[in-house]
């Protein structure tokens, strides 16, 4: 945390995990919300099948939604794809972009990550553009290299501080419980803001740059408390409420 003007973001990434029922989760969520001061932002990105409910079960709450993932064109002949006119069409604001199942299990290229954020501006939604290193990159000592030459490919031309999100998550630590050192984490962090303050000349505190592999409530304290993060994407723990709510508060107590 303390990068300055950046609200802090805890975002959940729900995968391909959910069901109606689940639009359970979404009410208890948006109800806990209010019992915490508004210094944070909260959201939720359910799969596609689910953010319409889910955007229905946060209205009038605090809690935002988006989707995990959109097609860089406004629509064609793309079976199985979806816009992000149409995660917009619906009441999303968010969209998660390049996550690394996604670099891995389609062949994401940074180039393609770009392409889709550019189509999230389009649509007017906030792109949260995912970076990471394998754990053989960092065993390697490319972890810097490998996050720098990322992020740069992924942001795309028509950016600026604001527009986006940055969200750094360590490949090796995506729901395996392994999570990265506070060191690790700042170091990572710190290059990211740099390279967004070369990138962004006086933009690069607008940016908020997220933590992402593993976070828990036992551990989300400790890790947002390290400078230059400024919040948490969350996959397993964003699947409970209460586990959900308890990584908000500890973002919360830090403010
Ligand atoms: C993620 O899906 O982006 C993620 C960080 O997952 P988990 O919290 O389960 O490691």
Redesign the pocket.
């Known amino acids: 945390m303390e990068s300055g003007m950046v609200r802090p973001l805890i975002a959940g ?1 729900w ?1 391909m995990n959910g069901l109606s029922q689940s639009c359970d989760t979404i009410a208890s969520i948006a109800s806990g919300l209010a019992t915490y001061d508004d210094v944070a932002d909260c959201l939720i990105c359910p799969p596609a099948t689910l953010l319409s409910k889910v955007v229905e079960a946060a209205s009038g709450s605090r809690l935002k939604t988006g989707a995990q993932d959109c097609h860089a064109s406004s629509s064609g002949a793309h079976t199985g794809d979806i816009a992000a006119e149409m995660i917009a069409d619906i009441g999303g604001e968010y969209v ?1 972009i390049g ?3 996604r670099r891995a299990d389609h062949g994401e290229t940074s180039e393609m990550v770009a392409a889709k954020a550019e189509a999230a501006f389009r649509a007017g939604l906030t792109p949260i553009i ?1 970076i990471g290193e394998t754990l053989e990159e960092r065993e390697a000592g490319r972890t810097i290299e490998v996050v720098s030459s990322q992020l740069a490919g992924s942001i795309p031309a028509s950016a600026f501080g604001k527009s986006f999100v940055v ?1 750094y ?1 360590p490949v090796w ?5 392994k999570v990265a050192s506070t060191g690790q984490v700042e170091e990572v962090h710190d290059k990211i803001r740099e390279i967004l303050g070369e990138r962004f000349p006086g933009q690069a505190d607008e940016t908020p740059i997220l933590y ?5 409530p036992g551990n989300a304290a400790e890790l947002l408390a390290v400078e230059n993060v400024d919040g ?7 699947l409970k409420a209460e586990d959900f709510l308890a990584i908000y508060a500890a973002c919360v107590t830090q403010k």
């Open positions: 990434n995968k998660i996550h690394s199942e995912c969200a998550e630590a995506i729901g395996t419980g992402g592999g593993s976070m828990k948490g994407l969350i996959g397993g723990a964003s």
